[in-house]
């Protein structure tokens, strides 16, 4: 069974970039027809996504994030990184990582649904504070 656990510092300060490592274990992030992906709840709002990398590699980004936001992986730490630079406090967020299946991608409205849809991680509190 696929396991994703987020990882990553629990408060960064004002215009500082936000880096934040999704490991997976239990599957492989080149398995065939994933999307490994990240979302964001933050305090008393739904979900928003933030964007996915392929199992081919490719990568999508929302467009209200694309001028900040940058996907990578590491296919032999089987780790994807999530970077999101100029970061303010509207930012602050519980961020999940995810693996979907494309026709999930987006349909998640809240966390406390996800599990209906693909495998995620617990989500890391990230505050965005000086």
């Known amino acids: 069974q696929v396991q994703l656990q987020e990882s990553g510092p629990g408060l960064v300060k004002p215009s500082q970039t936000l880096s934040l490592t999704c490991t997976v274990s239990?599957?492989?992030?080149?398995?065939?027809?994933?999307?490994w992906s990240w979302a964001r709840q933050p305090p008393g709002k739904g979900l928003e996504w933030i964007g996915f990398?392929?199992?081919?590699?490719?990568?999508y980004i929302d467009p209200s994030l694309a001028s900040r936001a940058s996907l990578s992986r590491d296919a032999f730490k089987n780790q994807f990184t999530l970077h999101l630079a100029s970061v303010t406090p509207e930012n602050t967020a519980v961020y999940f990582c995810?693996?979907?299946?494309?026709?999930?991608?987006?349909?998640?409205?809240?966390?406390?649904?996800?599990?209906?849809?693909?495998?995620w991680g617990q989500g890391t509190q990230v505050t965005v504070s000086s």
């Open positions: 990398i392929a199992y081919s590699g490719s990568a």
């Open positions: 995810a693996r979907l299946k494309y026709s999930d991608y987006g349909r998640v409205l809240d966390a406390a649904t996800a599990a209906d849809f693909g495998s």
């Open positions: 239990g599957g492989s992030i080149t398995d065939n027809y994933f999307y």
